[in-house]
């Protein structure tokens, strides 16, 4: 299948790349530049992905990803390019890909959708993870972390550090501004559709519509026929083969399914080839397809036992989706991935 020849194609040129092998401390993630085709590049921090388009007359970024990346990218950037990031694109407002712009700020302008601005206003935005603030109170409490975190750990939540990391006063609490810190708020937003032309080159800008965030873009590099996107297509279990169940925090993060589905026929109408995503190996076009299908077929199934006035546990016992099966996360995740369906066409019929 062509996202595995496409995936074979960047494990080699990964050995072609400058500095040619991956750089990683111990214990911290493997950092890496890696082509993806012309003079548009993947740079990696573990399993999260910035992607950037050298021009003549700079860089276009999209996400900074935290501040120890975005400083050691700085670096990299000035010497192998020796031109300055003009933009920065935000893929979305979480924490986790959009900090550490701050490296950029002398030279870049900032650029993401519109809702991000109010996403930053002192409120907590659509949280990542089934990280919710369950008592209202405007802050995080250990124990709204540690519920998703401790439940199911490695695939909602955080880690054990959040609060080391991100409560900076030590209150106990973690407030909106103390998440937010270390991202740059944007300079420049757009709300469906937005152009950035630098040095003869063309990024297009789309918002998808509600997924895993409400103020997502999705970077088109029409010359390269290549997107970026970041969790909606592909969350943090993707590593090698885009054909993985989802996460399913929540009831799929808080946005309704239907619009889940309307962000994928809108990256499906794209003109494209090749998918470069925030997490795991690059794909082809067909996955994005494929993905869409599967929420399809989810949304289905369990549409059709409510109907039917089945309970939560009928239909996690008697759900199957069979032609799923050979996806990676199949059984680990198909029962959450029923129950995050089953409530959010509760919430959101």
């Keep these: 299948m062509l996202h595995r020849a496409v995936s074979a194609l960047a494990a080699a040129l990964i050995c072609l790349a400058d500095a040619g092998t991956a750089i990683a401390q111990p214990g911290a993630p493997v950092r890496e530049i890696v082509p993806v085709t012309g003079d548009l590049y993947r740079a990696r921090n573990g399993n999260w992905y910035a992607i950037f388009l050298v021009t003549p007359d700079g860089i276009v970024l999209g996400d900074p990803l935290n501040v120890d990346f975005a400083e050691w990218l700085r670096e990299e950037l000035d010497r192998r390019f020796d031109v300055p990031v003009r933009y920065v ?129 999705v970077m088109l590099f029409p010359d390269e026929r290549v997107v970026f996107a970041t969790e909606f297509l592909a969350d943090a279990l993707v590593t090698d083969d885009i054909h993985s169940l989802p996460s399913a925090c929540g009831p799929f993060d808080g946005s309704p399914l239907s619009e889940w589905i309307r962000s994928y026929r809108t990256v499906e109408a794209l003109d494209f080839d090749i998918v470069a995503p925030g997490h795991g190996a690059l794909f082809d076009k067909a996955g994005v397809t494929d993905t869409r299908r599967f929420f399809e077929d989810l949304v289905a199934a369990v549409s059709a036992g409510m109907a039917e006035g089945r309970s939560l546990e009928e239909l996690k016992s008697s759900i199957t989706l069979d032609r799923y099966s050979g996806w990676e996360n199949y059984e680990r995740l198909l029962p959450h991935n029923i129950e995050a369906a089953y409530d959010n066409l509760q919430l959101y019929r």
């Design 89 to 217: 694109v935000y893929s979305h407002s979480h924490f986790d890909h959009a900090e550490g712009g701050a490296a950029f700020a002398d030279t870049a302008l900032f650029v993401g959708h519109e809702n991000m601005l109010r996403n930053m206003d002192g409120r907590f935005p659509q949280m990542p993870g089934d990280m919710v603030d369950r008592n209202d109170n405007g802050r995080f409490d250990p124990e709204e972390i540690d519920i998703p975190t401790t439940t199911r750990p490695g695939v909602c939540g955080f880690s054990p550090r959040f609060f080391d990391v991100y409560d900076r006063d030590g209150d106990g609490l973690v407030a909106p501004e103390e998440l937010q810190r270390d991202i740059v708020p944007p300079d420049i937003v757009y709300s469906d559709r937005m152009k950035i032309v630098l040095g003869g080159r063309t990024v297009e800008l789309i918002h998808p519509g509600l997924n895993h965030a409400d103020d997502a873009t």
